[in-house]
């Protein structure tokens, strides 16, 4: 379905404003992203970086502007096609780590493969192993420190190849010695998948583990480095 001839995100001149609202969250915001890259929005709380990766995602749309993933129009696919993007090309991760509560860990990782129909037996194995989870994968999320939930669904959001990654405040829940350890969990498995990663934070520490950190502030994108 994507083209990997395009950036994996390509936006231009986007505006979203919700309808009441005085001001619009992003304004002509521009965001080129190219594949295998780990990015980092930084912005105070409020600043639209939940609504930038809700449109990435294809939960939104923009009220103008060019919105793209892999060479895919987002503006333009209708609802059955949103729903076969999120689960083929995307791998989501949340602050409240979302996982499945009736789920072991093992049946937690291996969902995003039975929902698009792949090949489940090695891959859970070694996703359990490169997680350091491996004494885990009969326990249900409740039986799991946050730092543990959160490995695991680190893992769920990656296992299926994803074409892009998106993490709203990964480590939002977690302490700051916990969100390293899994940060850079997060960025080795990263790098060995050649995946791309949009993650939003307000945490300085988290944002130094990417690659290239932007900044959302006034609803646009400016480079911290
Ligand atoms: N569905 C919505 N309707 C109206 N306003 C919204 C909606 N969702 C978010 N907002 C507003 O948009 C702004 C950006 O929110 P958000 O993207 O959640 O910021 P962040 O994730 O950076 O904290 C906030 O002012 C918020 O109140
Ligand atoms: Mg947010």
């Not at 304004?27 to 600043?47: C, D, K």
């Not at 249900?140 to 420190?145: C, E, I, K, T, V």
């Not at 940060?183 to 300085?204: C, G, K």
Request: aromatic share 4%.
């Amino acid at each position: 379905m994507l083209k990997t001839d395009a950036p994996i995100v390509r936006c231009e001149r986007l505006c979203l404003h919700y309808p009441g609202n005085l001001a619009p969250v992003l304004s002509n915001l521009n965001l080129v992203i190219e594949p295998g890259t780990f990015v980092a929005i930084l912005g105070r709380s409020g600043s639209g970086k939940s609504t930038l990766l809700h449109l990435l995602g294809a939960m939104d749309k923009p009220s103008s502007g060019i919105l793209e993933v892999g060479g895919v129009d987002l503006t333009r696919i209708s609802e059955a096609e949103q729903t076969a993007f999120r689960r083929r090309s995307l791998g989501f991760i949340f602050q409240s780590y979302n996982l499945m509560p009736m789920l072991d860990v093992r049946q937690n990782l291996a969902l995003p493969l039975e929902l698009n129909r792949m090949d489940k037996g090695r891959h859970v194995e070694s996703r359990l192993e490169s997680l350091g989870l491996t004494h885990c994968g009969h326990r249900y999320p409740d039986q799991l420190s946050g730092g543990e939930q959160q490995r695991v669904a680190i893992g769920r959001a990656l296992i299926h190849g994803p074409a892009l990654v998106l993490a709203d405040e990964p480590t939002g829940n977690l302490d700051l010695e916990t969100s390293s350890t899994v940060l850079a969990l997060f960025r080795d498995l990263i790098r060995a998948n050649r995946s791309t990663v949009v993650m939003a934070t307000h945490s300085l520490e988290a944002a130094g583990f990417a690659d290239r950190v932007l900044k959302l502030v006034g609803g646009q994108l400016t480079a911290v480095h």
